[in-house]
Structure formats: structure tokens, C-alpha cells
């Protein structure tokens, strides 16, 4: 295994699902109630059906020493799977991996604390949960807190920390804990963009220092910047890998751009809700054809009211999948009344002008709210891209969100004899 | 420097099992202490419960078979003290028992989160009961100075009839432990069979009564109690003079307690798979 810290092959992980009855909560008295009814009625009504359910299956990478590998995908599609695995906290159904090194997960840090106790008592229990040794740790711990920043907390329980403050702790313990292999989860999301730029940095460093590192992320931009190979997890298997540019590309493709058209079923605890959104071209009521950026967009909202609502508000933005707002707008502003004197059902067109966006995928939320009882409901659409049209395409790719209006004069050169 | 490759496949967890607990070892203090550390932070009537508990139950049973029912005590030792010789490894176990019984549950979102011989929680409970039974054994001391009660040679074998009493606990502990995990509501059984456990061990009052009234035979049934091995040493220990150990119900009580404890592992390491998945 030269030059490989990481071998999986043909990995697989296999759930059993139970259909009729719950598997996670099982109680001792239901199952002695089933079983007292089986044994009275042979054969019993209730018998509940087991389903296998592949979560991973048939995976094979390898990771050399000293890479940082970017896996990427959406919600369900193994990935969780596959850092348990790989730290561990599970087994595979089959397959076999090689861990060539000390692996060390940052998998929803500061799940070792204990909030009673101080910050200065939690890095000694986090670093041994983490497999430190005591005198490792205390030859780490002035660096530690050091890196942190919270030492004039360290005596405080960690449960009057802040969120922030919890996640540079344990993320400043773990990161020392110098592995040779370290596995991140989404964990940075919760600190501030200064801790987020440190940690980044601390695990580029990491890297740097022949370590390997395997990053699990939604924010594309940061598995642009640290990694070199990224992974595309889809349904349990390997969609591509490769370079992360080219990666996140497919992975942005695998998104819908054609015209969405949801209904979503009433709920009859909300007094007034949204039953329908849809997105799609001015003219594109011919329905499959891809959405195209260069022509206006409309997006259609039915709201149902159950009962006469007022002070009604609807709001609408535009996000990348990341979650950067590119633009929003909202009734009051537009001095728009979506209000309902009486019950019944309305639709609220909303356009924008085509030629706005570049070809990337976006997700629009709309939220439904009054004055007096804040959000009554909310909907997010999947991932969307508008696709430019064949003759419309750019002759090179560009960089941004929206398509910057931007006026070009080129002067003629000036002979200077 | 040479790492160490690791291989993860089905099943392949087994084989490092007990290397990798060795490896862990000192994260079975940080648990404990973790635990200890926790209660006396919360509560100021921490240490004070470690010690009310045995002592106020003592109290009671004493005034019922000693100066109600008027059982004897064992030789010449003062009632109290062998009812108290009896009510601390009882505790020890039963505390033990009811913490790694609940210990699983009570750290899922770390065992779902983090990798770590899972065997290392239900052992560190048992480790923090053991402090309190040092907190309580501080009262046995008292006791002593009270009743003017001189201990002899013999109470330097306490430790190994401690060590039994610690793996009479854990084998039924990780036993409970895994079935907790499977079926959540076994914990409202657990205190019941502590309860129960309390009035069949021989507690309140001496063995020697017991084996009068069961006979010879019927007592070895009663001995398959690991407890009753336990408290006959403790008192073995603790009382000297004419307390006597029963050697057969020993050997048995130590043969049911090793039976239990590998049993407990078995089940436990059976369970163990699963236990990421399921919690």
C-alpha cells in the first residue's frame, strides 16, 4: 500500500428497514404483545415486511497520502454512510477498506462534551473520546486553547459558551489531535467566516504536512479551494470523480432545469397555506422543454385559505444551492395585497426579466407570513438551473451568479509613431 | 515513522477487540471521572447521597431484623456493622447495575457520532459507582470507631471480594445494557429486579440464617445469587471472629457470577454491531 492511506473496495452498506413497525424505538412490550398475538392467531395480521436497503453499494476509491479528497452529493446519498464507515462507528455489510494511519472525525464536533463541566476539563474528555492519550494532551493543551480562543472561558462550563465558542474548542482539540487522516463533516458551517478561514487553513496546513484529509461539504466554492480530487456520491455509488471543478459541474447538471411544477398537499392545521409553486418560461406552457435563462421567468404560487386571513405576506428569494440569497423581493415592497377577505384560493404571478442569471443552479424559497403570526408557511423548490440556449451559448464560461449587465467600449489602438 | 494499517471488514472488528480496549484504557477513567465530576457539580447533595442511601437503608433494616424480628448477628460483631458489611457491595451493585444497564442509551449521540470501544461505557458507570462505594465505605469506618469494632487481618482481602463484587455487577450490566438498546422501555424493568435483588440477598440479616432454614441443598440454589458469595465475603472480611465463609456456596456464587459476566460479553459484543445503527 505504497503512497495509499486510503483503499476502499467494493464497499457496501446495507440497512434493514421494517415495514408495519418502527425498528429504531422498539419497545419489549410491543414485541411481547406481537408475539402473543402470533401465537394466538398463527400467522397474525401485523406481520411486518423487512426491506434491505442499499445505502452504499459496490464502492471503490483510493486516496493517496497527503491528498485532500472532496466528497460531494446531496441529502440520502451515502455520504454519512461512508464517514461512519470509515471512522468506524459502523460496519460494512461487505467489501473491505485499508486505513493506512490515525484517523481522527470531526463529524459534528462537540458531541464529547459535557456541558457542565469547563472548557478546560472538556478538551482532556474530548481528546481521549478522540483516542488522545492524557500526557498527549497535555503537552497539546496550551496550543489548543491557544488556537481556540477562549481562554478566558476555560474555567467557565462550556454550556454558557456560545455555539461559535463550542465549535472553535472542539475543533481547535481535533485538529490536534494530529492524525494522519482526518475526516470532516459539514462542521464548519457554525463558527464565523474568521474561524471558518482558520480551520480551512489549519486543515490546508494539515495537508500540507502529508496528512490526508476527506472533506464531506455542500459549500462547492470551499471543496473548490482546498481540494484536489472530489467525489460524487449518488444513491450509493460513485456518480464521477476527478477534478473537483469538473466534479461539481456534473453534480450541479444532476439538478432539474426543466420547469417545476409542484402541488403540495394541504395541511388542514395551517388556516392558510401554499398549495402549489411552479416555475417556468412566459411561454413555456408546452411543459419539458429546458428553462431557458434568456426569456422571462415566471413563478407561479396558489395560496389556499382555509379561513379569511389578513395582513397576509408573500416572499420570495433566489438562492444558490449554498445558500447565498442573489435576490428577493416581497408583497409589502411591491405594494401587492395577498390577503383573503373570505376563504378560497388565489394565484400570485411573480416575473423577472430572462438574461438576469448565468447558467447555474439556483432554489427559490417562498414563504408565506403576517404582522401578528410571523411565518405561516414555507417552501423550497429543488435545485433549478436555467440552461442558456444552443445558439446563446458564451464563448467562455463565466465566473459570478448573474449576468452583469455590463457595457463594453473598446477604443481603437492610437498609433504612437 | 511506520503506521499502522487498519482493515476494516465485516466482522473484522472481532479480532482486535480486546487490543483496542487496551488501547482505550485510559478513556475508561475520563468516563468515569466525567460522570463523577458532572453529579458533584449539579447537585451539593452529592457526596452527601453516596453516603445517606446505605446509611439510612442500614438504619432500617437493622430495627427490623435485629431489634423486631431479633435475628442474630454473626459472632460478636454489632448488628449494624454486619448489616452495613452487606449494604456496601449491595450497593456497588446495584448502583453499577442500574448505571451500565442505562449507560448505552445514555450516550447514544456520542456512540453515534464517534468511534471508541463501546465496552469502555458500560465499564466506566461501574468504575464511577465504585467511587461511591469508597464515599460509602468511609461511614463503615465510623461505624466501627462507634462500636468500638476492631477489624482483623482479614480485611486486607476486602479488595478481592471488591473485585468480585465489580464483576458480579458488570456481567449483568452489559446483559442489561444490550437488551436496553434494542427495547427501550427494559429500563423501567431494571430498578424492579434491584428491588427484588435487595430482599432476596442476604442483607438484613446473616447467611447462617438462611442456611439453617433452607438446609444444605436448597442453599446451594440460593447461592446461585452471585451477590450471596459477595456479602459472605465482605462480612468474611469485615466482621472476623467466628463469621465463617461457606465455601460450596461461594464456589458456586463464583461460578454463576463468571457465567453471567461472560455471557454479558457475549451478548454485549453480539449486540455491539448494531448498536450505531440502532440507537
Redesign the interface.
Same mark, same amino acid.
Request: proline share 5%.
Given at each position: 500500500?505504497d503512497g495509499i492511506a486510503i483503499r476502499v473496495d467494493s464497499l457496501g452498506k446495507a440497512?434493514q428497514i421494517r415495514h408495519g413497525a418502527e425498528?429504531?424505538?422498539?419497545? &419489549?412490550?410491543e414485541?411481547l404483545t406481537d408475539e402473543f398475538q402470533r401465537w394466538f392467531r398463527r400467522g397474525g395480521d401485523r406481520q411486518s415486511t423487512l426491506e434491505t436497503f442499499w445505502a452504499l453499494r459496490d464502492l471503490s476509491f483510493e486516496v493517496r497520502e497527503g491528498e485532500v479528497l472532496g466528497i460531494i452529493g446531496r441529502n440520502g446519498a451515502g455520504k454519512s454512510t461512508l464517514l461512519? #464507515?470509515?471512522?468506524? #462507528?459502523?460496519? !460494512?455489510?461487505? *467489501?473491505?477498506?485499508? #486505513?493506512?494511519?490515525?484517523?481522527a472525525?470531526l &463529524?459534528?464536533v462537540g458531541? *464529547?462534551f459535557?456541558p457542565? &463541566?469547563t472548557g478546560r476539563?472538556n478538551i482532556?474528555?474530548n481528546g481521549?473520546? &478522540?483516542?488522545m492519550?492524557?500526557g498527549e494532551i497535555r503537552r497539546k493543551f496550551d496550543e489548543i486553547v491557544e488556537f481556540s480562543g477562549v481562554e478566558r472561558f476555560l474555567d467557565t !462550563?462550556v454550556k454558557r459558551y456560545s455555539s461559535g465558542m463550542y465549535v472553535r474548542l472542539a475543533f481547535a482539540v481535533a485538529a490536534h489531535l494530529e492524525p494522519?487522516i482526518l475526516l470532516v463533516d459539514e462542521v464548519l458551517a457554525v463558527g464565523d467566516a474568521e474561524f471558518q478561514k482558520r480551520c480551512l487553513g489549519k486543515m490546508q496546513s494539515i495537508a500540507g504536512g502529508g496528512r490526508t484529509v476527506i472533506f464531506v461539504s455542500h459549500q462547492l466554492p470551499s471543496v473548490v479551494r482546498l481540494c484536489e480530487k472530489a467525489l460524487l456520491i449518488e444513491g450509493g455509488q460513485i456518480r464521477t470523480s476527478g477534478k473537483p471543478e469538473e466534479v461539481i459541474s456534473v453534480y450541479r447538471g444532476a439538478g432539474t432545469s426543466e420547469a417545476i411544477n409542484v402541488h403540495l398537499p394541504p395541511d388542514p392545521k395551517k388556516y392558510v397555506q401554499l398549495t402549489r409553486v411552479a416555475i417556468e418560461n412566459d411561454d413555456s406552457a408546452n411543459g419539458d422543454l429546458p428553462l431557458s435563462l434568456d426569456r422571462p421567468i415566471l413563478v407561479r404560487v396558489r395560496l389556499t385559505a382555509i379561513e379569511p386571513s389578513r395582513e397576509l405576506a408573500l416572499s420570495f428569494a433566489l438562492l444558490t444551492t449554498e445558500g447565498t440569497v442573489v435576490f428577493a423581493s416581497n408583497s409589502p415592497n411591491a405594494g401587492a395585497d395577498v390577503s383573503f377577505a373570505e376563504p378560497g384560493e388565489r394565484e400570485v404571478l411573480l416575473t423577472f426579466p430572462g438574461g438576469q442569471l448565468l447558467n447555474r443552479e439556483f432554489v427559490c424559497r417562498i414563504a408565506l407570513w403576517s404582522q401578528s403570526d410571523g411565518i405561516l408557511d414555507e417552501y423550497e423548490t429543488a435545485p433549478v438551473s436555467f440552461v442558456a440556449r444552443e445558439t446563446q451559448r458564451l464563448p467562455v464560461q463565466l465566473n459570478g451568479l448573474v449576468a452583469g449587465q455590463i457595457g463594453w467600449q473598446v477604443m481603437e489602438p492610437v498609433c504612437q509613431v | 515513522m511506520r503506521?499502522?494499517?487498519?482493515?476494516?471488514?465485516?466482522?473484522?472488528?472481532e479480532k482486535e477487540y480486546w487490543r483496542d480496549l487496551w488501547?482505550?484504557r485510559?478513556?475508561f477513567f475520563?468516563f468515569a471521572w466525567?460522570d463523577i465530576?458532572?453529579r458533584y457539580?449539579?447537585t451539593v447533595v452529592g457526596v452527601l447521597w453516596a453516603v445517606l442511601q446505605p446509611l439510612l437503608t442500614m438504619i432500617v433494616m437493622t430495627l427490623v431484623f435485629s431489634n423486631l424480628a431479633g435475628l442474630p448477628s454473626e459472632g460478636a460483631a454489632p448488628y449494624a456493622i454486619m448489616v452495613y458489611a452487606a449494604m456496601l457491595p449491595w450497593q456497588f451493585f446495584a448502583n453499577s447495575l442500574s448505571a451500565s444497564g442505562n449507560s448505552l442509551v445514555g450516550n447514544a449521540?456520542?456512540?453515534?457520532?464517534?468511534?471508541?470501544p463501546r465496552l469502555v461505557i458500560p465499564i466506566a458507570s461501574v468504575i464511577t459507582s465504585f467511587i461511591d462505594f469508597l464515599i460509602a465505605f468511609s461511614i463503615l469506618i465510623a461505624l466501627m470507631l462507634i462500636y468500638q469494632f476492631w477489624p482483623s487481618w482479614r480485611m486486607m482481602t476486602l479488595p478481592i471480594f471488591t473485585a468480585l463484587a465489580f464483576l458480579s455487577a458488570l456481567g449483568p450490566g452489559l446483559l442489561l445494557a444490550s437488551?436496553n438498546v434494542?427495547?427501550?422501555?427494559?429500563r423501567y424493568?431494571i430498578p424492579f429486579i434491584i428491588q427484588f435483588g435487595l430482599y432476596i440477598s442476604p442483607i438484613g440479616f446473616s447467611t447462617t440464617v438462611v442456611r439453617e432454614k433452607l438446609g444444605e441443598t436448597l442453599f446451594l440454589f440460593y447461592a446461585l445469587n452471585p451477590m450471596v458469595g459477595v456479602i459472605d465475603g465482605f462480612r468474611w472480611a469485615i466482621l472476623g471472629g467466628e463469621s465463617t465463609v461457606y465455601w460450596p456456596g461461594l464456589l458456586i456464587s463464583l461460578t454463576a457470577t463468571i457465567t453471567l459476566l461472560l455471557i454479558g460479553i457475549d451478548r454485549f459484543k453480539r449486540a455491539e454491531?448494531t448498536f450505531?445503527?440502532?440507537i
Amino acid at each position: 500500500m505504497d503512497g495509499i492511506a486510503i483503499r476502499v473496495d467494493s464497499l457496501g452498506k446495507a440497512y434493514q428497514i421494517r415495514h408495519g413497525a418502527e425498528v429504531r424505538d422498539r419497545r &419489549l412490550s410491543e414485541m411481547l404483545t406481537d408475539e402473543f398475538q402470533r401465537w394466538f392467531r398463527r400467522g397474525g395480521d401485523r406481520q411486518s415486511t423487512l426491506e434491505t436497503f442499499w445505502a452504499l453499494r459496490d464502492l471503490s476509491f483510493e486516496v493517496r497520502e497527503g491528498e485532500v479528497l472532496g466528497i460531494i452529493g446531496r441529502n440520502g446519498a451515502g455520504k454519512s454512510t461512508l464517514l461512519k #464507515i470509515l471512522s468506524r #462507528i459502523t460496519d !460494512p455489510t461487505n *467489501g473491505r477498506v485499508e #486505513i493506512r494511519g490515525r484517523v481522527a472525525s470531526l &463529524l459534528e464536533v462537540g458531541t *464529547g462534551f459535557h456541558p457542565e &463541566l469547563t472548557g478546560r476539563e472538556n478538551i482532556f474528555l474530548n481528546g481521549a473520546i &478522540l483516542g488522545m492519550k492524557f500526557g498527549e494532551i497535555r503537552r497539546k493543551f496550551d496550543e489548543i486553547v491557544e488556537f481556540s480562543g477562549v481562554e478566558r472561558f476555560l474555567d467557565t !462550563p462550556v454550556k454558557r459558551y456560545s455555539s461559535g465558542m463550542y465549535v472553535r474548542l472542539a475543533f481547535a482539540v481535533a485538529a490536534h489531535l494530529e492524525p494522519d487522516i482526518l475526516l470532516v463533516d459539514e462542521v464548519l458551517a457554525v463558527g464565523d467566516a474568521e474561524f471558518q478561514k482558520r480551520c480551512l487553513g489549519k486543515m490546508q496546513s494539515i495537508a500540507g504536512g502529508g496528512r490526508t484529509v476527506i472533506f464531506v461539504s455542500h459549500q462547492l466554492p470551499s471543496v473548490v479551494r482546498l481540494c484536489e480530487k472530489a467525489l460524487l456520491i449518488e444513491g450509493g455509488q460513485i456518480r464521477t470523480s476527478g477534478k473537483p471543478e469538473e466534479v461539481i459541474s456534473v453534480y450541479r447538471g444532476a439538478g432539474t432545469s426543466e420547469a417545476i411544477n409542484v402541488h403540495l398537499p394541504p395541511d388542514p392545521k395551517k388556516y392558510v397555506q401554499l398549495t402549489r409553486v411552479a416555475i417556468e418560461n412566459d411561454d413555456s406552457a408546452n411543459g419539458d422543454l429546458p428553462l431557458s435563462l434568456d426569456r422571462p421567468i415566471l413563478v407561479r404560487v396558489r395560496l389556499t385559505a382555509i379561513e379569511p386571513s389578513r395582513e397576509l405576506a408573500l416572499s420570495f428569494a433566489l438562492l444558490t444551492t449554498e445558500g447565498t440569497v442573489v435576490f428577493a423581493s416581497n408583497s409589502p415592497n411591491a405594494g401587492a395585497d395577498v390577503s383573503f377577505a373570505e376563504p378560497g384560493e388565489r394565484e400570485v404571478l411573480l416575473t423577472f426579466p430572462g438574461g438576469q442569471l448565468l447558467n447555474r443552479e439556483f432554489v427559490c424559497r417562498i414563504a408565506l407570513w403576517s404582522q401578528s403570526d410571523g411565518i405561516l408557511d414555507e417552501y423550497e423548490t429543488a435545485p433549478v438551473s436555467f440552461v442558456a440556449r444552443e445558439t446563446q451559448r458564451l464563448p467562455v464560461q463565466l465566473n459570478g451568479l448573474v449576468a452583469g449587465q455590463i457595457g463594453w467600449q473598446v477604443m481603437e489602438p492610437v498609433c504612437q509613431v | 515513522m511506520r503506521r499502522e494499517t487498519l482493515i476494516l471488514e465485516p466482522g473484522r472488528a472481532e479480532k482486535e477487540y480486546w487490543r483496542d480496549l487496551w488501547r482505550y484504557r485510559e478513556l475508561f477513567f475520563m468516563f468515569a471521572w466525567r460522570d463523577i465530576a458532572a453529579r458533584y457539580k449539579q447537585t451539593v447533595v452529592g457526596v452527601l447521597w453516596a453516603v445517606l442511601q446505605p446509611l439510612l437503608t442500614m438504619i432500617v433494616m437493622t430495627l427490623v431484623f435485629s431489634n423486631l424480628a431479633g435475628l442474630p448477628s454473626e459472632g460478636a460483631a454489632p448488628y449494624a456493622i454486619m448489616v452495613y458489611a452487606a449494604m456496601l457491595p449491595w450497593q456497588f451493585f446495584a448502583n453499577s447495575l442500574s448505571a451500565s444497564g442505562n449507560s448505552l442509551v445514555g450516550n447514544a449521540p456520542l456512540i453515534s457520532k464517534v468511534y471508541f470501544p463501546r465496552l469502555v461505557i458500560p465499564i466506566a458507570s461501574v468504575i464511577t459507582s465504585f467511587i461511591d462505594f469508597l464515599i460509602a465505605f468511609s461511614i463503615l469506618i465510623a461505624l466501627m470507631l462507634i462500636y468500638q469494632f476492631w477489624p482483623s487481618w482479614r480485611m486486607m482481602t476486602l479488595p478481592i471480594f471488591t473485585a468480585l463484587a465489580f464483576l458480579s455487577a458488570l456481567g449483568p450490566g452489559l446483559l442489561l445494557a444490550s437488551i436496553n438498546v434494542k427495547y427501550r422501555d427494559f429500563r423501567y424493568v431494571i430498578p424492579f429486579i434491584i428491588q427484588f435483588g435487595l430482599y432476596i440477598s442476604p442483607i438484613g440479616f446473616s447467611t447462617t440464617v438462611v442456611r439453617e432454614k433452607l438446609g444444605e441443598t436448597l442453599f446451594l440454589f440460593y447461592a446461585l445469587n452471585p451477590m450471596v458469595g459477595v456479602i459472605d465475603g465482605f462480612r468474611w472480611a469485615i466482621l472476623g471472629g467466628e463469621s465463617t465463609v461457606y465455601w460450596p456456596g461461594l464456589l458456586i456464587s463464583l461460578t454463576a457470577t463468571i457465567t453471567l459476566l461472560l455471557i454479558g460479553i457475549d451478548r454485549f459484543k453480539r449486540a455491539e454491531r448494531t448498536f450505531a445503527d440502532v440507537i
